[in-house]
């Protein structure tokens, strides 16, 4: 267990923080299934690093992390399966999931909660002391430091009760990782980026040295693309919930979360629209480095765009590019709204035909939808 500082012990926060901590177990015992083995090797792998105070490019002895692995999955299999408790703070006890209420009262002690939902609806939860607060254009930014209680998902940013949080400790292993983990089509873009940080060479020696500044380029990135998020007013956010609580851990749910991400750095308010008007050439190379997996078919023009801006500098170029993957998404999430509204209407959650239609609803996503843009990137 992590102690926290003695004057928040002070004020009883002991049994709050082993209630926390029991969730966060359960949590990830119930939902360590939807990773693969590599992925939950990684996982695993960060989690202890954090747990040992270690930087992003240290490694734990690999005897002890085998059987820190294994102690974990013991406590997982007793556990899997049970009820989260209610968080009990000052004499009263609060759902983990309200995080507005928990946070008015850890506010005095410059501690932050998050709870919520991830991918496959995975409930997450971390505790995290508050380094600053500011306000931009109207949005409460909160960036923690210290994280004295986490789980598996190492999640750098993320947007809650209206505000956006910046997890500096997730978000260090978080982009390490990516730029270590980085596939050969993106390396050129990495390279780039790095050079435009100012760093000498782009060798691991000099990414060790500089990674605060790396990591400050990165956070911008962050904070606009959940500003983005926040801000989207093209896919019903309704509609959205439904799909992703319907269809977890599914194409359905990838494709409509890469989507809605597209809108976030596309959009009027976006990450790509924060990096072009502030001509942040770094941020524009780390931004095509970072992107795989489905959101390169549905953005396909992105990087030999910033392939040419790389000889040319040319930022309308890049803009131009900005506004058609904006059109692409808008018109993904139209269509995937069309198909949930199509079926919907005919749905009766009583009726015995539910499953079903739901059923034909995700073929029908992934008919028109998802398998063309599968079949574009081979």
């Given at each position: 267990?992590?102690?926290?500082?003695?004057?928040?012990?002070?004020?009883?926060?002991?049994?709050?923080?082993?209630?926390?901590?029991?969730?966060?177990?359960?949590?990830?015992?119930?939902?360590?299934?939807?990773?693969?083995?590599?992925?939950?090797?990684?996982?695993?792998?960060?989690?202890?690093?954090?747990?040992?105070?270690?930087?992003?490019?240290?490694?734990?002895?690999?005897?002890?992390?085998?059987?820190?692995?294994?102690?974990?999955?013991?406590?997982?299999?007793?556990?899997?399966?049970?009820?989260?408790?209610?968080?009990?703070?000052?004499?009263?006890?609060?759902?983990?999931?309200?995080?507005c209420t928990i946070n008015k009262r850890l506010s005095p002690f410059k501690?932050?909660?998050?709870?919520?939902?991830?991918?496959?609806?995975?409930?997450?939860?971390?505790?995290?002391?508050?380094?600053?607060?500011?306000?931009?254009?109207?949005?409460?930014?909160?960036?923690?430091?210290?994280?004295?209680?986490?789980?598996?998902?190492?999640?750098?940013?993320?947007?809650?009760?209206?505000?956006?949080?910046?997890?500096?400790?997730?978000?260090?292993?978080?982009?390490?990782?990516?730029?270590?983990?980085?596939?050969?089509?993106?390396?050129?873009?990495?390279?780039?980026?790095?050079?435009?940080?100012?760093?000498?060479?782009?060798?691991?020696?000099?990414?060790?040295?500089?990674?605060?500044?790396?990591?400050?380029?990165?956070?911008?990135?962050?904070?606009h693309h959940e500003i983005g998020e926040i801000n989207d007013v093209i896919?019903?956010?309704?509609?959205?919930?439904?799909?992703?609580?319907?269809?977890?851990?599914?194409?359905?749910?990838?494709?409509?979360?890469?989507?809605?991400?597209?809108?976030?750095?596309?959009?009027?308010?976006?990450?790509?629209?924060?990096?072009?008007?502030?001509?942040?050439?770094?941020?524009?190379?780390?931004?095509?480095?970072?992107?795989?997996?489905?959101?390169?078919?549905?953005?396909?023009?992105?990087?030999?765009?910033?392939?040419?801006?790389?000889?040319?500098?040319?930022?309308?170029?890049?803009?131009?590019?900005?506004?058609?993957?904006?059109?692409?998404?808008?018109?993904?999430?139209?269509?995937?709204?069309?198909?949930?509204?199509?079926?919907?209407?005919?749905?009766?959650?009583?009726?015995?035909?539910?499953?079903?239609?739901?059923?034909?609803?995700?073929?029908?996503?992934?008919?028109?939808?998802?398998?063309?843009?599968?079949?574009?990137?081979?």
């Amino acid at each position: 267990m992590i102690n926290l500082d003695k004057g928040v012990n002070d004020m009883n926060l002991e049994q709050f923080e082993k209630t926390m901590q029991d969730n966060i177990e359960i949590s990830d015992a119930s939902g360590s299934s939807i990773f693969s083995i590599c992925g939950m090797a990684l996982r695993l792998r960060d989690l202890n690093k954090w747990e040992k105070g270690l930087n992003p490019w240290e490694e734990n002895d690999p005897k002890e992390l085998v059987d820190w692995i294994d102690q974990k999955e013991q406590q997982w299999d007793i556990i899997e399966g049970q009820a989260f408790s209610s968080l009990p703070f000052m004499g009263k006890n609060y759902d983990p999931f309200d995080t507005c209420t928990i946070n008015k009262r850890l506010s005095p002690f410059k501690l932050f909660y998050g709870a919520g939902y991830a991918h496959s609806l995975k409930p997450t939860f971390f505790l995290a002391s508050i380094d600053q607060t500011f306000d931009l254009d109207g949005t409460p930014i909160l960036i923690l430091e210290k994280e004295l209680l986490r789980d598996l998902l190492t999640l750098p940013a993320l947007n809650q009760d209206d505000s956006i949080i910046v997890r500096r400790d997730a978000a260090r292993l978080f982009l390490w990782d990516q730029m270590v983990y980085l596939k050969k089509s993106g390396q050129r873009f990495l390279h780039f980026a790095l050079k435009q940080c100012g760093l000498p060479d782009t060798d691991i020696k000099s990414r060790k040295t500089h990674f605060d500044s790396i990591l400050s380029v990165q956070e911008q990135t962050y904070i606009h693309h959940e500003i983005g998020e926040i801000n989207d007013v093209i896919f019903d956010r309704k509609i959205f919930r439904e799909l992703v609580s319907q269809f977890p851990h599914s194409t359905v749910e990838l494709l409509t979360r890469t989507t809605k991400d597209l809108l976030a750095d596309t959009g009027p308010q976006s990450t790509l629209g924060h990096i072009i008007s502030t001509r942040n050439a770094a941020g524009l190379g780390f931004y095509a480095a970072f992107q795989d997996g489905l959101f390169r078919p549905l953005f396909p023009q992105l990087r030999p765009a910033i392939e040419k801006f790389v000889s040319d500098k040319d930022w309308e170029g890049i803009e131009t590019v900005r506004q058609k993957g904006f059109q692409t998404a808008k018109q993904y999430a139209q269509d995937l709204m069309d198909i949930f509204y199509e079926v919907s209407n005919k749905l009766n959650k009583l009726d015995k035909s539910y499953q079903k239609d739901m059923k034909s609803m995700e073929e029908k996503i992934n008919k028109i939808l998802f398998q063309p843009l599968i079949e574009r990137s081979i």
